[in-house]
């Protein structure tokens, strides 16, 4: 499924920002990029991601800003340091005249630019998690708008598929009484032809053996199920859990037995309903396969 989320949060010393992309994959998948002060949590940052993420190509990007004026800890400890040699210095001289600008120490060649890990001192994972979670609420929602038109897309094409199944369950009786009939007639055509005869018990076996091999009545049973379990478990998807994958299994059953019913009968509209069934089938595997 696709989806963006986004959400930045000020906290003492500077600004952080989340932001989630997603594209549709089979599996999870999750490619990360964060400021190297964000490093130490990035297992941290994909463990909240796979807790609430269960299939997609997911992109997030965490990032640092530091406020233009905000003095790291350590920073600030060197120049408290420096402060206090320079006003010792200044009572061992006996310089009364003498002031430490501070502004000045700040500025100083020595003491300029922060490191990395001066930056890490200003940020706890409370933050970096708040902020994720921000942008997965946001990420969700969007999730979630998508999720409910790809359901009503498959509701559709499900009861497509039911109402072609319905057409084809009162053909079968009649299509195994025709065949059984036509066989039967073409047997008794080639034994006159070879002057031949046999019991009346042994032809109607053998008819019935020929004819079992052609009756599709178990594989529409067997699909009617398999739509009325894709039934259920699209409410269970309404709830907002996470079904994709009990889905797509559930459309291989239904692929299945939709391709026995073709190949055991040769009957034009029941060949005509399988052809509309796996259209559907075909469409619904798509979306299932990106739905989370």
């Not at 920073?75 to 010792?88: F, G, H, P, Q, T």
């Not at 630019?113 to 200003?122: E, N, P, R, V």
């Not at 359901?151 to 497509?160: F, V, Y």
Request: glycine share 6%; aromatic share 4%.
């Amino acid at each position: 499924m696709t989806g963006q989320g986004r959400y930045e949060l000020d906290v003492e010393g500077g600004r952080l920002t989340a932001e989630i992309r997603s594209v549709n994959h089979r599996g999870l998948k999750i490619q990360m990029r964060t400021s190297e002060a964000l490093s130490r949590f990035e297992p941290k940052i994909e463990g909240t991601l796979r807790s609430q993420i269960k299939r997609g190509s997911v992109t997030v990007v965490v990032r640092w800003a530091r406020e233009a004026t905000a003095l790291s800890p350590a920073k600030k400890s060197l120049i408290e340091a420096y402060a206090r040699e320079l006003l010792d210095l200044k009572a061992k001289l006996g310089v009364p005249t003498v002031t430490v600008d501070l502004t000045r120490l700040a500025l100083s060649p020595e003491l300029s630019g922060d490191t990395i890990s001066d930056d890490a001192d200003l940020i706890a994972w409370e933050d970096v998690e708040k902020v994720l979670s921000g942008a997965l609420i946001d990420f969700s929602k969007m999730r979630q708008v998508e999720g409910q038109n790809m359901a009503s897309a498959l509701r559709q094409d499900l009861a497509k598929i039911a109402g072609a199944v319905d057409e084809i369950h009162p053909i079968v009786p009649q299509v195994i009484k025709a065949h059984a009939a036509k066989l039967e007639s073409r047997i008794q055509e080639v034994l006159q032809k070879r002057g031949l005869s046999v019991e009346s018990i042994d032809l109607i076996r053998e008819v019935q053996l020929f004819v079992d091999r052609s009756d599709v009545s178990e594989e529409i049973v067997r699909l009617q199920s398999h739509i009325e379990l894709f039934k259920t478990t699209m409410a269970i998807l309404d709830g907002q859990a996470a079904v994709g994958r009990k889905l797509d299994f559930v459309i291989q059953e239904m692929l299945r037995e939709t391709n026995t019913i073709g190949s055991k009968s040769s009957h034009a509209e029941i060949s005509t309903h399988v052809v509309e069934i796996k259209c559907a089938i075909e469409r619904m595997r798509e979306l299932v396969q990106n739905l989370e």
